[in-house]
């Protein structure tokens, strides 16, 4: 039973364009959410998180908005940068402080 | 220096083989935790350690164990490899509840990529 959900493998958006990658949850029990970005050969770094009483954080090109009503959160990275081309996971929260993890999306940022 | 270290970062062994695993951090964290990942499944909890005295099981535990040596060493065991345990294994800490905040962030070693043949 996947409790969180990234439905698209893969993404390719082309540089300095949005890049808006989704997940959905179907626990509404979670109350804090984070997205991580994979490089090949290295471990999942932490990029942005947000609580359950927000909709919205920003940090710089990174904005992660959620949508508790429809279980559904969505990253978006704007610009878009060649560096930016990695797999981002989404994770939620559940008890005790354990992190779900999505299946993840692989963003390609083309020139 | 890198704050989460896992040795070896590869290994290949044969079916029925015990192996080990292992997790150091410098981080200070309390809690640390052992991940696999496989292509289409993405991060799945295998063992989790609140502190030295706290040893969890998570999702996919079965053929595996660990031991919790210090608060700095995190190992994963795996008694008799099989193939299916082929894929890339992640060790990871977070310092847990600080002040009252909830701190969830998880802080990622390098991997180990393990062959079972």
């Known amino acids: 039973d996947q409790q969180v959900k990234q439905n698209s493998p893969s993404l390719s958006v082309q540089e300095g364009r949005i890049s808006i990658l989704n997940c959905d949850y179907t626990?509404?029990?979670?109350?804090?959410f984070l997205w991580y970005k994979k490089y090949p050969a290295e471990g999942p770094t932490f990029l942005i998180s947000i609580s359950s009483i927000k909709d919205k954080n920003e940090d710089g090109r990174f904005t992660v908005f959620l949508n508790k009503s429809a279980k559904h959160l969505s990253l978006h990275i704007v610009p878009s940068q060649p560096g930016d081309s990695a797999v981002y996971f989404c994770a939620a929260s559940g008890y005790p402080d354990k992190l779900i993890f999505g299946t993840g999306t692989r963003l390609q940022v083309f020139p | 220096d890198a704050d989460v270290t896992q040795t070896p970062r590869n290994r290949i062994t044969k079916t029925g083989k015990r192996i080990m695993l292992e997790c150091s951090q410098t981080?200070?964290?309390?809690?640390m935790y052992w991940y696999r990942q496989d292509p289409g499944l993405g991060l799945r909890l295998i063992y989790y350690s609140f502190d030295v005295k706290d040893i969890n099981k998570g999702e996919i535990s079965d053929g595996y164990s660990v031991s919790r040596q210090a608060q700095a060493k995190f190992s994963l065991s795996l008694e008799s490899a099989i193939p299916n345990q082929t894929a890339l294994y992640f060790c990871a800490t977070s310092p847990g509840p600080r002040d009252g905040r909830k701190l969830y962030e998880q802080y990622f070693g390098p991997g180990t990529r393990l062959t079972v043949t």
């Open positions: 981080k200070g964290h309390d809690r």
């Open positions: 626990n509404s029990m979670f109350d804090y």
